[in-house]
């Protein structure tokens, strides 16, 4: 008999969907609860979606404090405590109300599940890197209380080792895509003496860094390439500024926010992809672009470039505060123009052998029966 498994997360996504959805035809006695239909910082509602899983969702309470998402949801707590779940897969922060009053409830012997974090910890995000003596000591307390987290990758294992975790068994669980809507065209690049650079990213420049980037590649070195990015954001106006006011539009593009299948068309037609980030936990574009078979020009401080970059070999790695690191990094891909079509295929069968929806799926679920059901 299989135990009882929850997976507790905040709003329904497109990718996470898709997922639940696959993992609905295997043998697992799981539901989904969603704290909220829908949230004003995402584009995507409840209702957009075909959902073929178990699920429950109802809007709890959701307050915006500056950059942080506060959720509450007490109906959800209380269908804890009543059901009683054997398995609680936290698909939330370390410091959501939610988790903590969850991980409370455990402590005092009213909740009895085993809680599991499913954590995108990254010691370089922006917010890791702000630390003080409390904030430490409280997310150490809180991610303690779990014997297991199913995890993204390695780099939230090197976050927890750095934060002082105790050590612990790890689930592999990456994020997947939308591997239907990536996989679905024919990779042909670009077709003009320009090397076609794409970014896909939230624009906003503290997490995204694109003008930044922008910004370190010397007017000369720019003639040699085609940026386009693809995105929206509060920053587009700024970025769209620079361009103009610097006679970049020959050679940067700004193409506004894309269906997925407009993306994909525009990644089928690049020749590399670029995510010169400041701050990301473990980005789906990258995963995205790997599908679509491009070499990758992304900035160290992705969280998932541990599994996704082979340097030299698939692509480059850029440090988003060393302006030399980017323009090294495009004298390269000039260099290799030749081979950029055999890195983006190294790409494609990276993502084939590792980071694939069916590759994914069948390590979580072999973890989850190891390690939760009963033999």
């Known amino acids: 008999m299989t135990k009882k498994i929850v997976f507790y997360t905040n709003i329904c996504t497109p990718y996470r969907t898709e997922f639940f959805n696959y993992l609905n035809q295997f043998d697992l006695s799981f539901s989904v609860w969603y ?38 949801n007490p109906s959800l707590i209380y269908k ?4 009683q779940p054997q398995v609680m897969i936290l698909g939330l922060s370390w410091n959501d109300l939610d988790a903590i ?3 409370f409830l455990k402590k005092v012997g009213i ?32 991610y303690n209380q779990c014997s297991f987290h199913v995890s993204s990758g390695k780099m939230t294992q090197l976050t927890l080792d750095r934060w002082g975790v105790l050590p612990q068994k790890f689930i592999p669980l990456p994020n997947v895509i939308q591997e239907s809507v990536f996989d679905s065209r024919t990779h042909v690049g670009s077709s003009d003496t320009l090397i076609h650079i794409i970014i896909s990213a939230r ?7 694109i003008l930044n980037f922008l910004e370190s590649i010397p007017h000369d070195l720019l003639l040699s390439f085609h940026i386009k990015i693809a995105g929206s954001g509060p920053d587009f106006p700024i970025i769209n500024n620079y361009i103009v006011t610097n006679n970049l539009a020959a050679n940067v593009s700004l193409l506004g926010e894309l269906t997925p299948d407009e993306l994909a068309y525009q990644f089928s037609i690049s020749d590399l992809f670029c995510l010169p980030s400041f701050s990301d936990p473990s980005p789906l574009s990258i995963f995205e672009a790997m599908c679509s078979s491009l070499p990758l020009l992304v900035s160290n401080r992705c969280g ?20 030399q690191s980017i323009i090294d990094a495009l004298n390269n891909i000039i260099i290799n123009r030749d081979h950029l079509r055999t890195m983006g295929e190294l790409s494609k069968t990276i993502y084939t052998n590792n980071l694939s929806k069916q590759i994914i799926s069948s390590r979580f679920i072999d973890a989850l029966k190891s390690t939760f059901y009963d033999q």
């Not at 804890?80 to 059901?83: D, K, L, N, Q, V």
């Not at 998932?304 to 302006?323: Q, T």
């Open 203 to 209: 624009l906003v420049e503290r997490l995204k860094g």
């Open 101 to 103: 009053l969850l991980i």
């Open 304 to 323: 998932n470039h541990y599994e996704s970059v082979i340097v030299d070999e698939n692509g480059y790695l850029i440090d988003p505060d060393n302006p």
């Open 35 to 72: 704290q909220r239909a829908s949230v004003p910082y995402r584009k995507w509602n409840y209702s957009d979606f075909f959902i073929s899983h178990h699920h429950f969702v109802n809007d709890g309470l959701f307050i915006q404090l500056g950059s942080f998402p506060l959720f509450f």
């Open 111 to 142: 909740l009895n599940s085993e809680l599991i974090f499913w954590s995108e910890a990254n010691y370089l995000t922006n917010g890791a890197r702000r630390v003080s003596i409390f904030k430490s000591w409280f997310r150490k307390l809180v």
């Open 80 to 83: 804890s405590i009543r059901t």
